[in-house]
């Protein structure tokens, strides 16, 4: 600013020239305003195989459903590099302060930095460390804004705008698996807060517990679309839930919740394969029921398979399944989970369970055979596979051994009596063989029938992918 002012004189003397004041302009200091921001050393999220989401993370002006999702693992630094528009560019080179604050549960963290500012410059940019690192436990972060601030010069803070994020937390570092996005909003919602294996495990399961029934499936995430087993009956597709179309069969089903424990480093889990025996399965020979079927009309044909097809034997509305009301009710065999020594069935949504006795009064409804037959519809319209000839409630054949007696036989499979062993329909042939019961031989044959037997596995062979047999282990027979 330039003021002029008429200079002092005295009588005698003649006025001087005018005094000149120059005073400079106000400093201007910049203004700084959040841009972009590409995050470090974080795990790279998969699209639900259609690719990798991409770098920078964030952008202004981009919609929130069009950020990028951010993975990093429990208790690590969340470090960043932030990009800021230069709204306002200072009048002289200066050194600016920024700061982000963000809170992720209990924990607050904050990033400080300077950078640089010259009366040139559109834009800055600058790395960050932060004060913290992230909880010590799986972390589900869907709206954690990062508010920006800036002091230019060490004039005051004032803000420079807030970042929204989806952040992701795992247990440990994905293993053997690619950080779907599908897997990561699944298992890290339902397992928020947890620390252990175990209850990682356990959490995730709810989600599958929750799921079954129409309407109520798991959304993947790329498209909104709901998984659901065995949805078009047998020409459901065989591929994995997070290709192709929104459906699985149980091996899918299987391999998806075990990815998402190895999207948190865990994996002592192993798929379980179940039969009723390996050369009926190979032959494709008896397969198993799956609840519900409804037996009580009498049933017309030789013991054990005593009741006809769709006719004695017939379809009821099934257990639910994911996205599903009904679904394929005959197996030749089923895939299921195995962590440590317990078992979950996915599929249905249904465990743990200790054993695969108490998985099988659940989910079992009897045996049918011989083959399949095929172009019959279910309750949807869909087409479905059943047993091709005839059906039973399930049983296991027992040859008596040394020292055997009925009421030995009935304790070891669990039946009330000797009696009700003896006298069911299953054994009409035993009865007219030893007309008293206190008789038997070693070498006769006894149906352990599956409706009266509370220790009975009419499943009789078990491996896990490794191809290690836990038949033994898990067997009462």
């Not at 809170?103 to 040139?120: C, K, L, R």
């Not at 517990?209 to 065989?238: C, F, H, P, V």
């Not at 079992?364 to 091709?388: E, M, R, S, W």
């Amino acid at each position: 600013m330039l003021t002029i002012r008429k200079s002092q004189m005295s009588a005698m003397s003649k006025p001087g020239p005018p005094i000149v004041t120059c005073t400079p302009p106000p400093k201007q200091h910049s203004v700084l305003k959040i841009e972009e921001i590409t995050f470090n050393g974080n795990h790279t999220v998969d699209k639900d195989t259609f690719g990798n989401f991409g770098s920078p993370e964030w952008v202004e002006g981009r919609s929130q459903d069009d950020q990028s999702p951010i993975c990093y693992t429990r208790n690590k630094a969340v470090q960043l590099t932030a990009r800021f528009k230069v709204t306002t560019q200072p009048s002289q080179s200066e050194t600016v302060a920024v700061k982000g604050k963000a809170t992720f549960g209990s924990a607050a963290i904050e990033w400080n930095g300077s950078v640089t500012v010259t009366p040139s410059d559109n834009e800055v940019t600058t790395p960050f460390m932060p004060s913290n690192k992230l909880p010590d436990s799986v972390g589900y972060y869907n709206t954690v804004g990062i508010t920006w601030e800036i002091n230019p010069d060490n004039t005051g803070w004032s803000g420079a705008g807030t970042s929204n994020h989806v952040i992701y937390v795992t247990l440990g570092d994905p293993t053997s698996t690619p950080a779907y996005w599908t897997l990561l909003e699944v298992s890290c919602k339902e397992a928020h807060g947890e620390t252990m294996k175990h209850k990682v495990v356990a959490a995730i399961f709810e989600a599958f517990r929750r799921s079954t029934g129409a309407g109520n499936g798991i959304k993947r995430m790329r498209d909104g679309k709901e998984l659901r087993y065995w949805a078009r009956g047998y020409q459901t597709d065989n591929k994995p839930l997070l290709q192709g179309k929104p459906e699985g069969r149980c091996g899918n089903w299987s391999n998806f919740l075990l990815a998402m424990y190895k999207v948190h480093g865990i994996t002592d889990g192993v798929t379980v394969i179940m039969h009723r025996t390996k050369q009926d399965y190979n032959l494709t020979k008896i397969g198993f029921l799956v609840k519900n079927w409804d037996f009580s009309s009498p049933g017309t044909l030789s013991v054990p398979f005593t009741h006809k097809i769709m006719t004695e034997c017939k379809m009821k509305q099934g257990i639910k399944a994911q996205g599903m009301d009904n679904t394929q009710p005959f197996f030749f065999d089923h895939v299921i989970v195995k962590y440590k020594d317990e078992f979950y069935d996915p599929s249905y949504g249904v465990g743990p369970f200790s054993n695969m006795m108490e998985y099988e009064k659940g989910a079992i409804a009897g045996l049918g055979g011989i083959g399949l037959k095929g172009g019959i519809t279910d309750f949807a319209g869909n087409l479905i596979y059943v047993p091709k000839s005839y059906c039973s409630e399930g049983f296991v054949e027992y040859t008596v051994k040394p020292n055997d007696s009925l009421s030995k036989i009935a304790q070891r499979y669990g039946i009330a009596s000797w009696n009700k062993l003896y006298d069911h329909i299953y054994n009409k042939n035993f009865r007219a063989l030893r007309t008293k019961p206190n008789y038997i031989e070693i070498g006769d044959l006894i149906y352990i029938p599956f409706d009266i037997a509370k220790k009975i596995n009419i499943l009789k062979y078990f491996y896990t992918s490794s191809g290690t047999e836990i038949e033994s282990k898990y067997r009462w027979h």
